[in-house]
Every structure is written in structure tokens, then in C-alpha cells.
């Protein structure tokens, strides 16, 4: 039995020694086995009346982009959404606060009468370091790998309300750690 252990160590090692010295070319990259590259995905933050925020990274699937909408849902908070064929989809309720469509409107705190407040998830774009209140619905939206997506509950109007906390797409999507493994030959 240690014969064959001796001999088994003397071939790896002769393997290695003819590997690192040119003699014996090495696998070309066209053989070798594919290393699994991250997914596509996406950043959200969802800030609450309260204050308190949620954050997500959300995996794009094998197309690598979803809308808006359909990243919100898979980031496995509760919403409700209401549809409509000519403007689109209409975030209702995340989680616990906002409005309980169908049974009441989904801009149930939004009443535009003069000098009345409007409370809304307003919809936001991280772009260059900065918030962008969307101009288009989240169902138009579509989200690719590095974007990130913001919602806020709170007062507001036609085309503003409360903003997000900034927080950019490295601090939702934090790569895996990469684990390196010594060679050792003795």
C-alpha cells in the first residue's frame, strides 16, 4: 500500500513538473470546463411611510431584463397592483401599506382636491448616482443587470414625491466572495 502511494505521488508530481515546465501543453480554454459567471440582476429599494426601508437583488432569469413590475414581485414583497390596458400597471400596496384595490381605489389617498395632501407609491430610477421620478409606468420599465429600482410611499403629486434613500446597486447586489485555493507541491 505504500508503494502505491509513493508511486501515485511520484506521477502527480512528474504531471506537474511536465505541466509547468511547457512539456506537456496545457488544457486549451476551448476544452476546459466553463466557470459559471454571475447572474443578471437588478437592485430595489423600497422605502416605507414610517421610514423603514427594504432592499432587494433581484435575479433577471435567462433573458437577463423583466419589467419594473415583475421585479418587484420577485423581490418577494407583497403588492398589489392594479391594471389598466392604456396607462399600465398602478402599484397599489406593498407589504401592508398602501391601498386595498380592488376593494378601494388605488389612489385611495389621493384625492386632488385643493389644498388635500396625495399619498402614493411613487416610482423612481437610479440614474448617474441620482433619483429620477419615472416619467412611464413600471410595466413599460424595463430593467437590465446593474439598474436599480425605487419605491416610496408618502405625500406627493403629479411627477414628485418622497425620494428613496440613495443607495446604489453595490450595496444591494454584493458579489460573491471569491474563494481562492493554494497550490501546494512538496
Known amino acids: 500500500?505504500?508503494?502505491?502511494?509513493?508511486?501515485?505521488?511520484?506521477i502527480l508530481m512528474l504531471s506537474c513538473?511536465?505541466?509547468?515546465?511547457?512539456?506537456?501543453?496545457?488544457i486549451p480554454a476551448s476544452l476546459a470546463a466553463p466557470v459559471a459567471q454571475n447572474p443578471a440582476q437588478a437592485g430595489l429599494v423600497v422605502r416605507f411611510g414610517d421610514g423603514r426601508v427594504e432592499k432587494a437583488c433581484v435575479n433577471l432569469g435567462a433573458t437577463g431584463e423583466m419589467t419594473g413590475e415583475q421585479a418587484l414581485?420577485?423581490?418577494?414583497?407583497?403588492?398589489?397592483?392594479?391594471?389598466?390596458?392604456?396607462?399600465?400597471?398602478?402599484?397599489?400596496?406593498?407589504?401592508?401599506?398602501?391601498c386595498n384595490y380592488p376593494a378601494e381605489g388605488c389612489f385611495c389617498q389621493c384625492t386632488l382636491a385643493p389644498?388635500?395632501?396625495c399619498r402614493y407609491w411613487a416610482y423612481y430610477q437610479w440614474n448617474n448616482n441620482d433619483?429620477?421620478?419615472?416619467?412611464?409606468?413600471?410595466?413599460?420599465?424595463?430593467?437590465?443587470?446593474?439598474?436599480?429600482?425605487?419605491?416610496?410611499?408618502?405625500?406627493?403629486?403629479?411627477?414628485?414625491g418622497v425620494e428613496p434613500p440613495a443607495v446604489p446597486f453595490e450595496e444591494i447586489c454584493v458579489p460573491p466572495a471569491t474563494m481562492y485555493l493554494p497550490l501546494v507541491l512538496r
Open 17 to 26: 513538473l511536465a505541466l509547468l515546465s511547457g512539456l506537456v501543453p496545457a
Open 73 to 98: 414581485r420577485a423581490s418577494g414583497l407583497t403588492t398589489i397592483v392594479a391594471f389598466d390596458p392604456g396607462a399600465g400597471s398602478a402599484v397599489c400596496k406593498i407589504e401592508q401599506v398602501g
Open 115 to 117: 389644498g388635500q395632501q
Open 131 to 160: 433619483w429620477v421620478f419615472s416619467q412611464g409606468g413600471s410595466s413599460s420599465r424595463i430593467l437590465r443587470d446593474g439598474d436599480v429600482d425605487g419605491w416610496s410611499w408618502g405625500p406627493g403629486g403629479i411627477g414628485l
Open 1 to 10: 500500500m505504500r508503494y502505491l502511494f509513493k508511486l501515485i505521488a511520484s
